[in-house]
């Protein structure tokens, strides 16, 4: 475990330096609209390794509500070679019981999210360019304590949320996969594609929904979830920005 740790800080190190020689910019993307990089610091790199550990465990927190989302819709019964393997590289989170994972991976969201709104500038994402625009007033630091408190808690909200996406992009890329190996007939491709995207589906990969030999339900599956994403990402957005907290 000492090891894994001291690999890891060492990971976090490199890369920190090396992104700082490239002056590669930084960010968090948090839902669809807010996105936090670093203050303006010069070459100073503590801070740079402060936001690089902070980008890794925004990873690390979504992939752990990917296992969450999963593990709610897989019947409890269910266990294969990639349910096996999705818990082992979800430790220790997936060794937690189910009804205390919610509850902490929440309160990681929380701290993440206060985090970044207090050290990181805010952008934010417009609709129509889709590049970033920078906030003078961050709305998670204006208006009275008790809204500030809130309108982080939404923020976090929108940092859970994120699970959703990083699915669909995930049963995309199966997708995509799948498609591939079929097309190069790569049997062991395949198979792999085929079980990522029926642990990604949970209960949902036994709904077969198609015909003439094609299967449409990891499709619906990925613009249903997408669409759920969009909608929590839009009105968490819009709660954040009334003019009654801000």
Same mark, same amino acid.
């Given at each position: 475990?000492?090891?894994?740790?001291?690999?890891?800080?060492? +990971?976090?190190?490199?890369?920190?330096?090396?992104? &700082?020689?490239?002056?590669?910019?930084?960010?968090?993307?948090? +839902? @669809?609209?807010?996105?936090?990089?670093?203050?303006?610091? +010069?070459?100073?790199? +503590?801070?740079?390794?402060?936001?690089?550990?902070?980008?890794?465990?925004?990873?690390?927190? @979504?992939?752990?509500?990917?296992?969450?989302?999963?593990?709610?819709?897989?019947?409890?019964?269910? @266990?294969?070679?990639? @349910?096996?393997?999705?818990?082992?590289?979800?430790?220790?989170?997936?060794?937690?019981?189910?009804?205390?994972?919610?509850?902490?991976?929440?309160?990681?969201?929380?701290? &993440?999210?206060?985090?970044?709104?207090?050290i990181g500038a805010l952008s934010t994402i417009t609709q129509i360019t889709e590049s970033p625009k920078q906030v003078m007033a961050s709305p998670f630091l204006t208006g009275p304590f008790p809204a500030q408190v809130l309108k982080t808690g939404w923020l976090a909200a929108l940092s859970f949320a994120d699970g959703l996406s990083m699915l669909t992009r995930a049963l995309f890329i199966f997708i995509l996969g799948n498609l591939g190996a079929a097309i190069l007939q790569a049997q062991g491709a395949a198979m792999i594609c085929s079980e990522g995207a029926d642990l990604l589906l949970g209960r949902f990969a036994r709904a077969r929904v198609g015909g003439m030999g094609f299967d449409f339900t990891p499709l619906i599956f990925f613009f249903v979830v997408d669409m759920m994403y969009n909608s929590i990402c839009m009105g968490l957005f819009k709660l954040i920005h009334l003019p009654l907290f801000n």
């Amino acid at each position: 475990v000492i090891a894994a740790v001291v690999i890891l800080l060492f +990971g976090l190190l490199f890369k920190t330096l090396l992104f &700082l020689r490239l002056q590669v910019t930084w960010s968090i993307k948090l +839902g @669809t609209f807010f996105q936090f990089s670093p203050q303006a610091i +010069g070459d100073q790199p +503590g801070p740079l390794l402060l936001f690089s550990l902070l980008h890794f465990a925004e990873f690390l927190f @979504t992939l752990w509500t990917v296992y969450l989302l999963v593990r709610l819709i897989t019947p409890p019964f269910r @266990t294969n070679r990639a @349910t096996e393997a999705f818990a082992f590289f979800a430790r220790p989170f997936s060794r937690l019981p189910l009804l205390a994972q919610p509850v902490v991976l929440f309160a990681l969201h929380a701290m &993440l999210a206060l985090i970044v709104s207090r050290i990181g500038a805010l952008s934010t994402i417009t609709q129509i360019t889709e590049s970033p625009k920078q906030v003078m007033a961050s709305p998670f630091l204006t208006g009275p304590f008790p809204a500030q408190v809130l309108k982080t808690g939404w923020l976090a909200a929108l940092s859970f949320a994120d699970g959703l996406s990083m699915l669909t992009r995930a049963l995309f890329i199966f997708i995509l996969g799948n498609l591939g190996a079929a097309i190069l007939q790569a049997q062991g491709a395949a198979m792999i594609c085929s079980e990522g995207a029926d642990l990604l589906l949970g209960r949902f990969a036994r709904a077969r929904v198609g015909g003439m030999g094609f299967d449409f339900t990891p499709l619906i599956f990925f613009f249903v979830v997408d669409m759920m994403y969009n909608s929590i990402c839009m009105g968490l957005f819009k709660l954040i920005h009334l003019p009654l907290f801000n």
